[in-house]
């Protein structure tokens, strides 16, 4: 279509209903504006700030739901993985592996991702140069995988911000297709609560400058209800709002095609 | 129009003959495209690296160049004052006074423009936060003078790079009309040369961003032969392609304006 | 007597009474530990970031009262300036001509000071790396005034804070001698408030890595009252813990110098 | 004794003659300075930029030589894992289970090492505020274990640079006890070879800054030979340079215990 692709879904998978119910809301939106979607949902959150954060509802469960999801709908699935060992357990339900932005330098995990055949998406490190990437993007590529993404998410400014540097999505698309996630761009970490803040009242401005600039996709999580979320409330998208945002994007879309 | 307004020209005023080349090809395009021109030129460069940088052609002489660069093709003109006193002199030759980035705390230079009832275009400190210009814009409205707008030129990020944060462009516009300054914005300073170096390949992803955002106006320098030009040849953009790049920002500015 | 110098008083000359009590403690407090002193006190401050903000009690008043302190007391003294003209008129009253570090970038400026054959004290830029003061001290020797210092006042981190780059300190004594201002270093910009804020409680811990890496003078404000001054109160010393902490500088200092 | 410790070994364990010999000679110089010493030394690399880069001699051989250099010399040791199957694993063989700093938000990694009883070093990372630490303490506290000390090995600075930000040291040291890491602190990173690059030229600056702002201990990778050293060796100190280096800190700690 021409149109960026969309990995959205809810942070953490919470439960069934839920994952079928947003993947829904979405299929029908996307289909709408012909933007071809991957639906996203965390198995497990290993990395969080606080011991008791909420980590899952159990890892079978919860990738048998994303396999459900995949088979309602007819889309594709993301997950995102911690361990080695969690790469053949989630290739086996999923289309693409995600390795978290704390974990890109971890080789092990990238090559464990890589050989599993699937599609890696790999986020870009917090603390890394979009420049720097291509050497995690070559790890993908020396195990004879060449189906590598990777997702900028923000760079550290300060302790308690991050600045998405738009210059990394030219850069970044010189060596793989680049995503940019408007969710985790807009977190606020290092607060005094040990719970990461946001500013979701910028998701559209990131968004519309990662669509100007180039981004091949977009990566949202989104929610009915985001206020109680298990995870992440503090950025994720009120699901009321993502069909005029995707439909603005759309527009942007177009007219930068045209050039 | 409902198009992004433009201040463009060479960085410095190096002489008569080419300010006027430069503002009959801006002129050009400009009127093409229907963009609100400002004509930009530095009287004098006071904030060098190096004693032995380029600093002007003496400063009534350049003045009186703005001046007839305006009476020839019916623009207004901005250029940048340094001092107090700069303030009365230059206002006697543009519409548009402007405070460096390095002199927006200096509360005296601001009254000083303020009180001129000229235009003030108040750059955003490489060192202040989007909000914090608030202060500034303030100190001009109460000199009981309203026409006020800040110019975003990106943002320190570590010693020799600088980040433009797009999160800025719609929480300044609260206050003021909001500038993007796609030339300085790009500047990589503190190169151990002493010759501040730049990233112009960068022009269009930025410029871009800045107007998917909503900017309300363009700054970009500009020049016949920016290696040659006498200061800010690595960031100025060959006039060349002016044209193009200008044409697809109105092209998105478009866009957005139907949301 | 080896040990490092001071630069220290109140951030700005609020009265006549105040500048003597506060010089003739610190003087005793550094006689008695054989500490070179040079009072420092601002006679007019032009960079708040309010319009409301304190700005001084008039010049000629401000420095009489500089003057009348080195009479009394037999110290040198030192104080900053913000535009040209303040260079010839400052040097009338004062030992040391103190470059704000907004304003080190303005060639004018600096040369101007230079010019009076004063001693000048650059201040390192928030947006500036310690190898590139290397260009701001050249601008005063080449106005022939070989007696150039640099004072680091800490670096821009995120918008809200600011760190002290200890790796500063020897990069910056290859170039001149150095001195760590305990005060501004600490400063935490860009507060919502419009009023800087700061961290006092980091004074001694950066004071003794300044000394411990070499620092050849210490600048610290310090006030009977800090929250009663009428700007920085933020950051300034009680001067009641100024002997206990020179005291402690001291004895680092005395161990540095046997290595 | 009323001194520092000192974590020190060669980055990873390249071999056994190697490794004792490294061990040998910072026992002599620690015994003497009567400092306490806990060797150390990597089993694997995990987190390399570049798939290329050295990994490991193999990771029993590699745990076998660390407690031999134990049972030779009679000091404690420390490695790093990677994965929560490294934790039994490791705890067999060493004293000190160290918590990379790309990992510290790892809970489920943290617990596993917390939950072998051995003393737990968490990095912090580049990307979190010192006070942000205290959320990682607590997961192992809430463990069980109050074995825990935490080391500071820089912060994010730009894209290829880091800093030491001196705070930290008294406001860790609140929760744990703090060491201060000399060799990774002055990393810089994402250079485009792909191999990190350093300044080891600054170590001595840097670990004086820790010891007179409060460190427990210092953290410091050193080799007979950096050059040619398997990873790391843009920032080891020649070991030929180490007691002079310890013998300053050992002097300007006797002053601070003195205060």
């Given at each position: 279509s021409g149109n960026f692709f969309l990995l959205a879904g809810p942070c953490a998978i919470e439960g069934e209903d839920m994952a079928l119910r947003i993947a829904e809301t979405i299929v029908g939106i996307t289909e709408k504006l012909e933007i071809p979607f991957i639906f996203k949902g965390s198995f497990k959150k290993a990395n969080r700030s606080r011991i008791d954060s909420f980590t899952g509802i159990g890892d079978e469960k919860a990738?048998?739901?994303?396999?459900k999801v995949s088979e309602t709908f007819g889309v594709p699935t993301v997950t995102d993985i911690h361990e080695r060992e969690d790469a053949q357990l989630a290739a086996e339900y999923v289309d693409v592996l995600q390795i978290p932005a704390f974990l890109v330098r971890q080789t092990d995990l990238v090559v464990a991702a890589a050989e599993t055949g699937k599609v890696v998406?790999?986020?870009k490190g917090q603390f890394m140069s979009?420049?720097?990437m291509k050497h995690a993007v070559n790890k993908v590529q020396e195990c004879n995988n060449e189906q590598v993404m990777v997702t900028d998410r923000g760079t550290m400014f300060g302790y308690q911000d991050m600045i998405v540097d738009f210059r990394g999505?030219?850069?970044?698309?010189?060596f793989a297709p680049t995503v940019l996630d408007v969710t985790h761009s807009l977190q606020q970490p290092n607060q005094?609560?040990?719970?990461t803040g946001g500013r979701p009242d910028m998701i559209e401005t990131i968004a519309r400058a990662g669509i100007a600039t180039g981004a091949d996709g977009i990566f949202i999580e989104t929610h009915f209800d985001p206020a109680n979320a298990k995870s992440d409330g503090a950025n994720m998208l009120d699901i009321q709002y993502l069909e005029r945002l995707l439909s603005n994007l759309t527009a942007i879309r177009k007219t930068i095609n045209s050039f």
């Amino acid at each position: 279509s021409g149109n960026f692709f969309l990995l959205a879904g809810p942070c953490a998978i919470e439960g069934e209903d839920m994952a079928l119910r947003i993947a829904e809301t979405i299929v029908g939106i996307t289909e709408k504006l012909e933007i071809p979607f991957i639906f996203k949902g965390s198995f497990k959150k290993a990395n969080r700030s606080r011991i008791d954060s909420f980590t899952g509802i159990g890892d079978e469960k919860a990738l048998k739901i994303l396999r459900k999801v995949s088979e309602t709908f007819g889309v594709p699935t993301v997950t995102d993985i911690h361990e080695r060992e969690d790469a053949q357990l989630a290739a086996e339900y999923v289309d693409v592996l995600q390795i978290p932005a704390f974990l890109v330098r971890q080789t092990d995990l990238v090559v464990a991702a890589a050989e599993t055949g699937k599609v890696v998406n790999l986020k870009k490190g917090q603390f890394m140069s979009p420049e720097s990437m291509k050497h995690a993007v070559n790890k993908v590529q020396e195990c004879n995988n060449e189906q590598v993404m990777v997702t900028d998410r923000g760079t550290m400014f300060g302790y308690q911000d991050m600045i998405v540097d738009f210059r990394g999505i030219p850069t970044m698309r010189e060596f793989a297709p680049t995503v940019l996630d408007v969710t985790h761009s807009l977190q606020q970490p290092n607060q005094s609560s040990g719970v990461t803040g946001g500013r979701p009242d910028m998701i559209e401005t990131i968004a519309r400058a990662g669509i100007a600039t180039g981004a091949d996709g977009i990566f949202i999580e989104t929610h009915f209800d985001p206020a109680n979320a298990k995870s992440d409330g503090a950025n994720m998208l009120d699901i009321q709002y993502l069909e005029r945002l995707l439909s603005n994007l759309t527009a942007i879309r177009k007219t930068i095609n045209s050039f």
